[in-house]
């Protein structure tokens, strides 16, 4: 309608369609991961990124968290190997975390 502003549209939108918009803008500002993913003999890798709003120390943590609990699960001990750390900056609007890890008998 002319003369109306995009904020006085949003604001007559049907209640559904306003929580489907809004869900893809949070969802657009969400961290991923890729899960684990075998990397090699006896060998994972976790990957974490998130836009430039996600800290790459959050990200880390993360997939500290998830190699972690991966190793657990086999009831074995998680053993680093390598962390590649990727920050959002000039260059990049992503951080992006990488740890490779084997999980370790007791």
């Known amino acids: 309608m002319p003369g ?14 306003k929580k489907l918009m809004l869900l893809v803008i949070l969802m657009a500002g969400c961290a991923s991961h890729s899960g684990v993913i075998a990397d090699g003999k ?3 890798i976790v990957i974490e ?6 800290s790459a120390g959050d990200l880390k943590i993360a997939a500290y968290k998830e190699a972690n609990a991966y190793c657990k699960k086999l009831n074995k001990r998680f053993e680093s190997i390598s962390e ?4 959002a900056g000039v260059l990049s609007r992503y951080s992006e975390v990488d740890v490779r890890f084997r999980c370790i008998a007791d």
Do not use: L, W, Y
């Open 84 to 87: 590649h750390i990727v920050r």
């Open 49 to 54: 990124s998130g836009n430039s709003s996600t």
């Open 4 to 17: 109306e502003s995009n904020f006085q549209n949003f604001m007559i939108m049907r209640p559904k369609m």
């Open 42 to 44: 006896d060998a994972f």
